[in-house]
């Protein structure tokens, strides 16, 4: 069972994901997070020194969730299923808040990579390992005849990956499903399943 | 020929381009606005009277200056030649910066569409004419029996635009080429040039 200490830090960061998530890290304030998590200053201090230091623990804390989440999200009987499955989890994921807020790590890494090398390093993980666990349902599809696609393994779920982000993106801005889900379609026929 | 107070406003959207891309909006204060431009604090009011009329005026210029760019940079003797020599000119242009700040629309679209509507109405105006744009050279394509892939051209043009901010995005955070790269290759894919 987890100490008192530990759930306060946890409740922190949950609020915190929330906040940096629809926000940004640059525009949320240390008061909107004692505001939103009822915790007072001298506590939120003591488990995180400074906004920085709150900001790698909520990065980490994302990190390791999403990492468990996406290997849940690889269900099917074949590699190229498997992917497909995953990319409409991220969707289903995605519809749960309407699209707001949208990435974190996406969110993160356009506005914090060029000025903190440490939030940079925690978003260069993810990404990584998201490719990297792509790259081997495709290593396995092309094994067996699946992937006709004539693109390395490694260049496919690069691009994969941006697709995703960047229809998480549009369907931000757009605040419709439906950019995601054309990036999802073009997926597909990256990957040779045509409607 | 530009007045003195017009050539003051141009400076000030360009150095404030700068720092916004960079840094991001919220993470930008008035005062580096005012040391980066040597302008002083009452003239920068007089021109912009809050830092989001500045921002808003920002985003205005630079979508202009992008339908300029963007129309130029089709150039070719086909509809899909057109379509990869854009590709090609986003990543000559995301080059010259080394990736450094990325894209501003895609940054202020993550930073800023959920809590600033006029922001967010800027940025969808840019994607929306960016998309059109991508699917009037993929309707032809599609009338000269250039495109096999069978995804509507609106679907199709969607998911480039996405895998293009997707993978500035990615090499932005990975600070290389490779990532920009790897979407443009697949881009070439999804409209049937292999490689």
Request: aromatic share 8%; proline share 3%.
């Amino acid at each position: 069972m987890p100490t008192k200490g530990q759930e306060t830090r946890n409740h922190i960061l949950k609020e915190s994901r929330k906040l940096f998530t629809l926000q940004g890290f640059g525009n949320t304030s240390i008061n909107e997070i004692i505001a939103a998590t009822g915790v007072k200053k001298g506590n939120l201090y003591y488990h995180f020194p400074s906004k920085e230091e709150l900001g790698l623990a909520v990065l980490t804390d994302t990190r390791d969730e999403f990492f468990t989440i996406l290997e849940s999200s690889f269900t099917g009987d074949t590699p190229v299923a498997k992917i497909i499955n995953s990319c409409n989890f991220i969707m289903a994921m995605m519809q749960q808040t309407n699209f707001v807020g949208g990435c974190l790590f996406g969110n993160t890494a356009l506005e914090m990579t060029d000025s903190n090398p440490g939030f940079g390093t925690i978003i260069q993980e993810v990404f990584s390992h998201w490719i990297v666990r792509i790259e081997e349902e495709l290593r396995l599809a092309a094994q067996s005849g699946m992937l006709q696609n004539q693109l390395p393994p490694h260049t496919l779920a690069t691009a994969i990956v941006a697709t995703l982000e960047g229809g998480i993106m549009l369907s931000r801005v757009f605040r419709t499903r439906h950019e995601l889900e054309a990036c999802i379609l073009s997926i597909r026929t990256l990957i040779n399943l045509q409607e």
